[in-house]
Nanobody
Framework: QVQLVESGGGLVQSGGSLRLSCAASGSIFSIYDMGWYRQAPGKQRELVAVITRYGYPNYTDSVKGRFTISRDNAKNTVYLQMNSLKPEDTAVYYC???????????????WGQGTQVTVSS
């Protein structure tokens, strides 16, 4: 089994910053893409940012220039630095990882439990 544990959410004023972290542990052979999704009340979960194993990032248009995704492969950890936060960024943020697991060497998708980010105006 693989576990993803997120941290770093909270309440911040508009224009402020937060940094999310997500550490993967368990039966990991290797990790492919890692990413962050978010889900606001009454809305579908959407992709925020994703980063390949080799460090190539991709962002949804609404966060480009404000958010930065990075990863530390040695620590199996992905980060999301969020600057210039807006009230519309308020959501539960979920970490996602595509993991090649031990024993079977199959690629499986895992999710974290979610962390709340609230931006006040």
């Amino acid at each position: 089994q693989v576990q993803l544990v997120e941290s770093g959410g909270g309440l911040v004023q508009s224009g402020g910053s937060l940094r999310l972290s997500c550490a993967a542990s368990g039966s990991i052979f290797s990790i492919y893409d890692m990413g962050w999704y978010r889900q606001a009340p009454g809305k579908q979960r959407e992709l925020v940012a994703v980063i390949t194993r080799y460090g190539y990032p991709n962002y949804t248009d609404s966060v480009k220039g404000r958010f930065t995704i990075s990863r530390d492969n040695a620590k199996n950890t992905v980060y999301l630095q969020m600057n210039s936060l807006k009230p519309e960024d308020t959501a539960v943020y979920y970490c996602n990882a595509k993991v090649k697991v031990l024993i079977t060497l199959s690629a499986e998708n895992y999710w974290g439990q979610g962390t709340q980010v609230t931006v006040s105006s």
